[in-house]
């Protein structure tokens, strides 16, 4: 039975040190009864069963309440010279399937690693990648260039490992370069001497062509000049330029006649500036076909040794081809960079800011290179740990800057997540993390499915208007992800998750404990040698080993088996350490890791004491003396989370005339847990089985967990409660001396619980509270559960002096006569009659009475 949690079923697999080993539910005997041959021996001639008991159990000799680990197995005085180990221990089912997982590089077979907490997970994974990862390849490295065509879509390069940077270097070197030989040969004298007497000769033909229109026009009385607007030709009378108002006043015949003669000069102005526009048009090109093929030579100066070194790299030639051209087109960029751009470069610089790219900060950035990902100094392939797996953390993000009110970015800012990071190589994330923070599995689901490492804007998957920005070409994913966590994660994931099995096709699991044999102890030496190595601690002598090994069986509650929550073992270890270095000891001793054990304990367990403290002041009600009708002394586990402790419950039950059989009070008040409620139906099942083949009991039993105030679960406490009844039924007195813990089945066998040690502890921690008053105690305990027993010294120490028995039982026929010293009246619910004086016997007298009672009431009121 348990407080809070449920901690006691045995067919639970071990999570913690508190709960009982696994075990197969025990099955019914096979209970062929041939009642007529059995009635000739046990009936006397006049029908009636000679009272009979069961054989009772033994108690349990001090050797099998705690198994100690032998000194003597040890060849060593202490573990200063025991070198370091870094195998697997007792883990093959794990390690086989993450060999497998990390063998096959097909898409899908990424790793679950199941187990509890503790058991070395982590490290063992850590382990494993380090090896895979030193015979792997360095995977490529990835950079992020500018994509001239889709200004919005960076693009996406890879390169062998470690050439990313230097490939940064050389974009730098060239543009830097470039930035200092285009403005000097732009600005050099040949090409000034080269441009000024070709821009000469083009002046000097407009000048000629010019002069010749002032002649045509002057034989015409016209005279030519040049206006913002174009040619304008004036009228010319008696050798006088009319004026607008001078020619409006002339006569209509003379307006005509200078109209005609306009119309005859109007053509071949055209025609002038036809020309003058052709040679501006051939200055132009002239100008920067000079200027072109002088930065052409420039440019290819400084970038034809980049083409050569990267010549078979096709995403970088082509990068470098365009960046090429861009560089020409854009030549007077790099000559006016102390005037800002102007034309062309303006109105992309407009385009540009729309985007949200900051280009006025530095108008050469579009030629850098960022390097987004970068395994030169890999020895093989990367192992990433991703300890804090937020979303941008693990997919990525594009950083941006707030100026002037606005956001702005551009691809320089893009950078890389674990799963890029990990690219080629290997990804370990915690399950329990990862689900923390929203979206982030279906984004992982996503991304492992496609094999693509998209760059995405979180707040764009939420947003309900779609917003402009870059939108990064993906980078090819090959990974092997590893995800840390415990069964319910895993269980949970593969019946409620599809997609699940599909990508993490390889379990492993690893078990929480281990066989005690002399291979797995020497184990524990190893780990505790490494870790007092490693963690620099004092060395342990044999009798401190011996207390870690016994203490690795009390985590997982078995003297057969030790635990492998080694993350607890090495708490320990440290913690033993101190306890020495205290005492100012050399080495560590059983007493300083028994110390160290007492005090964690004292660190969590303020509630026990607080609760010791009201039996103690009798606010809680308990009797360990005496004889009480109804009422047993039941055994609890108080789960708190760090800790477990047991607890004695004063369960009582009261009969009543009545039909409803067994009254479970805490179900009723709604404090009672499912399981706890199944027992109550078994035992009463039990109960029925047994009283009321033929007729209906017609009585109520009211069973209740006296001053329990919180929610009741678990099935320990079944033969408690059916003890309770019968005695209340029969009317006879239990021994208060003793307490009980034990499940129940239909047909009256005592099945294991779990946290056996926390009762039994709980149990004589009481009676030291209330004070030895009997001269034995007494617990029953289900006979499946003696070799769960790793009860504390204290315990053992009054199993020794003969203070309390712990006593394991079969049946429920056992317990009652142990609880009451009256025999129970059959070890089987087949047989038809119980034995004469029997608790089962009075009570059939009794129902016997009451229904011949009620026969005699119902004849008299007719």
Known sequence: MI????KDSPLRSTQSSKKSKTLKPSRPKDRKVKSQQKSKLTSSRSGVVKLRGVKLPEPLPFEKVYKECDTDIFKFATTAKIGESHEFISQDRAVRAINMGLGIRKPGYNIYVAGAQGTGKTSVIKTFLERWSKTSDVPQDWIYVYNFQHTEVPRAISLPPGEAKKFKKGMDYLVKGLRAEIPMALQSEDYENAVNAYLS??????????????????SLDFQVKSTRM??????????RVLSEKEYAKLSDELRESIEDKRAQIEPEVLDFARKVRAIDSETREYVEKLRSELGRHVVNVHMDPLLEEYKSNKGIVDYLEQVRDHVLEHL???????????????SQQEQLDMLGLHEERDRFVRYHVNVFVDNGTNQGAPVIIETNPTYYNLFGKIEKNVEHGMYLTDFTMIKAGAIHRANGGYLVLNAMDIFKTGSIWDTLKRVLKNRLGFI??????????????????PIPLDLKVILIGNDEIYHLLHSGDEDFSKIFKIKAHFDEKMYRHKSNIEHYVDFIATRSDKEDLLSFDRTGVAAVVEYGSRLVDDQRHLSTQFGTLKDLTIEADYVAREQNSKVIKRSHVEEALDQRFYRVNLVEEQMEEMVKQEDLLLSIEGERIGQVNGLAVYDMGDYSFGKVSRITCTVSMSNEGVFNIERAAKMSGRIHDKGVHILSGFLSALLAKQHHMGIAASVCFEQSYGLIDGDSASITELTAIVSALARLPIKQNLAMTGSLNQFGEVQPIGGVNEKIEGFWRTVELLGKK????????PIQNAPNLMVHKKVRQAVKDGLLEIIPVVSFAQVFELATGVPFGVEDIYEERFSEGSALWIIEQRLKEIRESKKRERQKSK
């Open 774 to 781: 009997a001269e034995t105690y007494k617990v029953l305990i």
């Open 3 to 6: 407080v809070g949690k449920r």
């Open 456 to 473: 995405e804007d979180m707040g764009e998957q939420y947003s309900l208007l779609p917003t402009s920005g870059l939108r990064p070409a």
């Open 332 to 346: 007077m960029e790099f000559v006016e960079s102390d005037e800002g751009p102007s034309g062309a470069a303006q």
């Open 230 to 239: 174009g040619i304008e030709t004036v009228p010319v009378v008696e050798g």
């Open 201 to 218: 000769a083009s002046s000097d033909r407009k000048a000629k062509l010019f002069s010749d229109l002032e002649k045509r026009a002057k």
